[in-house]
């Protein structure tokens, strides 16, 4: 305790001195942070940071209010951070809650976990925004992977069944039995599985997307068991936008589609690949259901969208290649799809949707659930015309 309190009377003396030369700087800044460390245990440090952080900027916290400090750098790069705005002046007893947000992350280093969230970079938020799609490492640590590989289990063996037609491929024809499945795909296993819900993927995931969103408040709108067959030729995601599958509405369309990597990913054995940029297209691609044909009502039909792509498109595409534990993010309007399982092994992946509160609001109030059961899907807001009439 008395190393402690020397330490803190240390860091107070060199802080004192620190702040002498940055204080003209953050003068006018009325924005305290709140931070708390890695391990949860709160810091509480009032802070006030410059505007602008260098990674050798030494942030100004007030002698009194000292509990540690360190450069900004590493702060940044370590910790989640909530404002909470303060008049300038008021003690940090009175703090008031402000609007949610993130302090500047101009130049945090690397992204990281932090107990039931994850830090993202500003890069990670930018290239999201520019591409349509970011990979974000190291969601789950392998300790936290059993948690979402045993329900994944279980769905495989068939000990938790979905019902109708949320257990299906999407790659080939309606009529395969599960054996068959080249790309397994359980829809909503949280609701046919509820022990699911709360799970650590699904508590960082939504820190992820609230930051890649900037703010906005995002909910769950679906989520999705996908897993390709080994040595599976035809266990093709086909090319698709996923606002192609979902109702064309008039609230916010911020999306972000969370693909959780249970095996790595690799070209080998079907990763899944981008077209960057499509999401700044103004208009939805068309699309058509995969394998159609005259008569789509017949064993033909498949439960998968499909568009086409340019020559230009194909020389732009990227193929992303995570490891286990890693995830893609992905926007509503970016085409995306992935190639055939080559390898000796499943490729497995756990997908989490969200959206804004009042757009899955919004689909519900349609009766729209994601459920391939559901009665108002594709075929009610796409007209589609045979490939060969
Ligand atoms: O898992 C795949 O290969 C494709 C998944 C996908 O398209 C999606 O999650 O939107």
């Not at 599976?232 to 996923?242: E, K």
């Not at 390898?343 to 959206?355: E, I, K, M």
Request: with cysteine.
């Amino acid at each position: 305790m008395r190393r402690a309190r020397r330490a803190i009377v240390g860091l107070s003396g060199i802080l004192a001195i620190v702040s002498a030369s940055v204080k003209k700087r953050t003068k006018s800044v009325a924005n305290y942070f709140v931070l708390h460390s890695p391990s949860h245990a709160r810091v509480g440090v009032s802070l006030r940071a410059p505007a602008t952080v260098t990674l050798d900027d030494p942030i100004l916290v007030r002698s009194r209010d000292i509990h540690m400090a360190t450069h900004a750098a590493m702060w940044l790069s370590a910790l989640p951070v909530r404002t909470r705005k303060v008049t300038t002046g008021a003690s940090k007893n009175v703090v008031t809650p402000g609007r949610r947000g993130f302090a500047s992350r101009t130049h945090i280093s690397a992204s990281c976990r932090d107990g039931d969230s994850y830090i993202v970079t500003e890069e990670q938020i930018e290239a999201f925004e520019r591409d349509g799609y970011v990979h974000i490492p190291g969601v789950l640590s392998e300790g936290e992977m059993g948690e979402v590989e045993d329900p994944m289990m279980k769905f495989l063996r068939g000990e938790v069944l979905p019902e109708g037609k949320d257990l299906c491929d999407m790659s080939g024809a309606t009529d395969r039995t599960p054996e068959q499945y080249t790309v397994y795909n359980a829809m909503l296993p949280r609701r046919y599985y509820p022990t699911m819900q709360g799970n650590i993927y699904e508590r960082r995931t939504k820190s992820i997307s609230e930051q890649l969103q900037r703010g906005k408040a995002m909910k769950i709108d679906y989520d999705q068991l996908l897993a390709k067959r080994p040595r599976s030729p035809d266990s093709i995601f086909a090319w698709h936008q996923d606002s192609a599958y979902w109702p064309p509405l008039q609230k916010d369309p911020a999306t972000c589609t969370c693909w959780l990597a249970i095996d790595d990913s690799t070209v080998e054995n079907g990763c899944m690949r981008f077209l960057p940029g499509s999401n700044k297209e103004l208009e939805v691609r068309k699309h058509q259901p995969v394998n159609i044909k005259k008569n789509r009502k017949d064993e033909e039909s498949s439960h998968a969208l499909c568009t086409a792509l340019s020559n230009d498109d194909e020389t732009k595409v990227r193929k992303v290649e995570i490891k286990r534990g890693d995830i893609t993010v992905h926007d509503q309007r970016v085409v995306h799809g992935s190639g055939p399982n080559d390898s000796d092994g499943w490729r497995r992946a756990y997908v989490l949707a969200f959206r804004t509160e009042e757009m899955v609001d919004e689909e519900r109030r349609l009766g729209f659930s994601h459920s391939h059961n559901d009665i108002f899907n594709w075929d009610a807001f796409h007209e589609w015309t045979s490939e060969e009439e």
